[in-house]
């Protein structure tokens, strides 16, 4: 997909598409939104969502594109392998024309015999070649937009290492970008010494905000594109959770053993979920959009990848791409953040 470049940070809109913004110094012009690939990789492993209908992947996927979305986030880590494959059942039947960017992820490897361990976070450079080249093949792609680092290495591999490694394989042409996921300023700067980081993408919503305090403003001074994931906070924050959801998950979604959905941090989550709702309704729109807005609303955010399993939830924060929150309605989500004392971390974006 060959797209203008632009040098603005302002969104880029054509009549009746989606507003675009530029991913930092790529040639790539993204939607403000993502769809994001996680939870269809099915239950069967150790971080999966629970069970999952791949047809119903495969037209949420495709009801993402119609409804103007242009990029997919994945990685070969989500169902161990079977994201990807889904991904590529769903771009098949896509004219070329309109065919949405493909992001995927390395460095996160698992063992066939056991699909419920832990998988290992492994740098090695010829561990990461074996990556992407089984990627291209799950993905039925001969260049993958943008090619991300998941997590930082357990392996012993130094940054240099694997971040080398990806440069080469984008000199190579086998992806288009190259990025980080998970990592912070020093692990950034290390990287930025040995060649331009395109992309960040950390975890970023309301409830989970550190990354606003060092990564974001670096990303900004470094023109580093940011994509941020988890802006609903895997649910939380969409005005549908409650706590009789929360108690009824089922052992194989991941959320069902995390402390943000139970106890004391759960009551603040829906409370603060509360107001994004209250703030929602006098938009016209959802929580789950307004949850997603707030990522955006932080200057230096270039997109947001948000999850669905079936078609009727990307309806449901696709609002988010166009929706611009005041300041007041951005003050009293930070007012909520305050008296509840969900989260950590900066509540309140600065004042353009």
């Known amino acids: 997909m060959a797209l203008q470049t632009n040098r603005s940070d302002k969104p880029q809109t054509d009549k009746g598409a989606l507003p675009k913004r530029r991913l930092g110094r790529t040639d790539m012009q993204i939607t403000p939104v993502g769809f994001g690939a996680w939870a269809i990789g099915g239950g069967d492993w150790s971080f999966g969502w629970g069970g999952q209908d791949d047809r119903d992947s495969v037209a949420a996927i495709r009801h993402a594109v119609e409804r103007g979305v242009n990029w997919i986030d994945t990685a070969a880590i989500y169902g161990l392998g079977h994201s990807e494959e889904v991904v590529r059942a769903a771009l098949k039947e896509i004219p070329a024309q309109r065919r949405p960017y493909v992001f995927t992820k390395c460095g996160l490897i698992w063992d066939d015999n056991n699909r419920k361990a832990s998988p290992k976070r492994v740098g090695a450079p010829d561990s990461i070649r074996r990556e992407v080249e089984n990627s291209l093949r799950r993905l039925g792609l001969e260049r993958i937009d943008l090619y ?20 080469d394989l984008k000199a190579e042409g086998k992806v288009r970008a190259v990025g980080l996921s998970n990592h912070n300023v020093a692990q950034l700067e290390a990287a930025e010494r040995i060649g331009h980081v395109d992309t960040l993408q950390p975890p970023f919503s309301a409830i989970r905000r550190e990354f606003a ?123 909520t953040i305050k008296a509840t004392g969900a989260g950590a971390g900066p509540a309140l974006p600065p004042a353009a």
């Open 148 to 167: 991300q680092m998941h997590w930082p290495p357990k392996d012993g591999a130094r940054i240099e290492d694997y971040w080398r490694t990806l440069l």
């Open 213 to 335: 305090a060092a990564e974001l403003p670096w990303c900004r001074e470094h023109e580093t594109g940011v994509i941020v994931y988890s802006p609903m906070q895997a649910g939380l924050l969409t005005g549908a959770f409650s706590e009789q959801r929360a108690k009824a998950l089922p052992a194989d979604d991941w959320r069902s053993r995390d402390d943000e959905f139970t106890g004391e941090k759960l009551t603040r989550n829906l409370k603060l979920a509360a107001t994004m709702k209250a703030v929602a309704e006098r938009h016209g729109t959802t929580g789950a959009s307004v949850a997603v807005a707030w990522t955006l609303a932080w200057p230096g955010v270039t997109g947001a990848i948000v999850g669905a399993r079936a078609p009727e939830q990307i309806d449901g924060w696709i609002d988010a791409a166009t929706l611009s929150l005041t300041r007041a309605d951005l003050e009293e989500i930070a007012a």
